[in-house]
């Protein structure tokens, strides 16, 4: 539980990198949605009055990460991110991970599917492992996403 959840917030901070347009709003949004997912986990770390302090340096921690992670992602490296994922979940077998990579940027990254299942709702989903490197540095985040009607693939945690 607790490693998925600090997965999850490192997931959070690529998907929102994703979402923002300049380095500004990229980094804002990092750091906003680096230090909830921090928040996050801190609160599965710690016990009794250690909890608070776990949040609090998890907050300060996934803000940091976030950061970083947002403002160094562009615009071509989220579409390459994207694509990627797109496709791999589409088409690529369990386990297989498949690879991106900007040229530009140097910054590259890898999406390895799970096996497909179905949820409560019928929809297929697919839980799915990334990785992203970004100045040498290379992060690693779990998500969930399912098949949507129009057969594209929506994250529904990251």
């Not at 709003?25 to 906003?32: H, S």
């Not at 991110?81 to 530009?104: A, I």
């Amino acid at each position: 539980m607790i490693r998925n959840a600090r997965y999850m917030a490192i997931g959070l901070i690529a998907l929102s990198a994703a979402a923002c347009q300049d380095a500004g709003e990229k980094q804002g949004v990092g750091t906003l949605l680096g230090a909830a997912g921090g928040a996050l986990l801190g609160s599965q770390v710690g016990g009794g009055s250690g909890t608070l302090v776990a949040v609090a340096a998890g907050t300060l921690l996934g803000g940091f990460l976030g950061s970083e992670v947002g403002k160094s992602l562009d615009r071509a490296d989220r579409l390459a991110m994207e694509k990627t994922t797109q496709r791999t979940l589409e088409t690529t077998p369990s386990g297989d991970p498949v690879s991106w990579r900007n040229p530009d940027s140097g910054h590259s990254g890898t999406v390895t599917p799970q096996p497909s299942y179905q949820n409560a709702s019928g929809q297929y989903c697919r839980e799915y492992q990334q990785t992203i490197t970004v100045n040498g540095k290379t992060e690693t985040a779990y998500g969930t996403a399912c098949r949507q009607p129009d057969s594209s693939w929506k994250i529904v945690n990251g």
